[in-house]
């Protein structure tokens, strides 16, 4: 997405610290959104959990089972690549506790899915295996409407930056395969409540991966090595920077997910 790469570019443009090797945990602000005693903080790596701005279901039960696992306690971050930052200089890292990986523990609960953005080295078949345990069992997500389809959008960025007009791929959301096998995008839709509605190109996703979709032109990155993009190739801004609803539907003509965005400072 093109916040992401933004993100990534300027990360390496920074003179970060060194990541610390033996830190504790001071706190946590939800699930997945830690500080260390450093000061550090530390967006866990391979899971997503509920939020809880707006508020989403069981986002609260995330965070206390990741506070009740971490908080005082020394932990071993588990880091890819030479720059484990991103752009607000946040370490992107697995964390072990007690000889328990974090991120699995969050997934055994049904407090939340994988999420995997390339480029990727760690094993992932443990963790698409925690979640496939979870939703066997009914736990936690897994019992609500948005978890219930084969993709879940995780963000929706309606109000690009600056002029709409002239930033139209400053429109995006990104979606994760919430599944634990690949989904091709073939015969899926996004759509406005308004009936306008937009076709996904031939794009596999991987079990738990996912992909980034602007409103705008583009040449689409279908490498799962790498961050996957697709474009909806409109010419103009597609939602409103107010209040929209975006609608995923499947090859069916199922809803998949939806998700709404709505301006915290609405124009009078």
């Not at 945990?25 to 939800?30: A, I, K, L, P």
């Not at 964390?95 to 407090?111: F, K, M, P, Y």
């Not at 390339?118 to 897994?142: F, N, S, T």
């Not at 190109?201 to 790498?226: C, Q």
């Amino acid at each position: 997405m093109l916040l992401f790469v933004t993100n990534l570019a300027l990360a390496g443009t920074q003179s970060w610290p060194t990541p610390p090797e033996n830190p504790t945990v001071r706190s946590n602000y939800d699930g997945d959104t830690l500080t260390l005693d450093n000061g550090d903080k530390v967006r866990l790596s391979w899971v997503n959990t509920p939020e809880l701005k707006p508020p989403e279901a069981f986002g609260k039960e995330a965070r206390d089972l990741t506070r009740g696992l971490t908080e005082g306690r020394p932990v071993q971050l588990i880091l890819q690549g030479e720059n484990p930052r991103d752009g607000y200089g946040r370490l992107l890292a697995g964390i072990q506790v007690d000889g328990q990986n974090l991120s699995i523990a969050l997934l055994e609960a049904g407090l939340g899915h994988v999420f995997i953005i390339p480029p990727e080295r760690y094993d992932v078949k443990p963790l698409l295996e925690a979640q496939a345990r979870a939703k066997a069992a009914k736990k936690g997500i897994w019992t609500t409407d948005h978890y219930q389809g084969t993709l879940h959008i995780t963000s929706f960025h309606a109000n690009a930056e600056g002029d709409d007009r002239q930033n139209v791929n400053g429109e995006y959301m990104r979606v994760a395969n919430i599944t634990e096998g690949p989904v091709n995008l073939i015969g899926y839709k996004i759509a406005k409540e308004t009936g306008l509605s937009f076709d996904l190109p031939d794009v596999t996703i991987p079990a738990g991966f996912t992909v980034a979709i602007h409103s705008g032109r583009g040449l689409d990155e279908i490498d799962p090595a790498k961050q996957i993009v697709v474009y909806l190739n409109s010419d103009v801004p597609i939602w409103n920077n107010e209040r929209d609803r975006v609608i995923i539907y499947d090859k069916y003509g199922k809803v998949v997910d939806t998700r709404d965005h709505e301006s915290k400072t609405p124009t009078p």
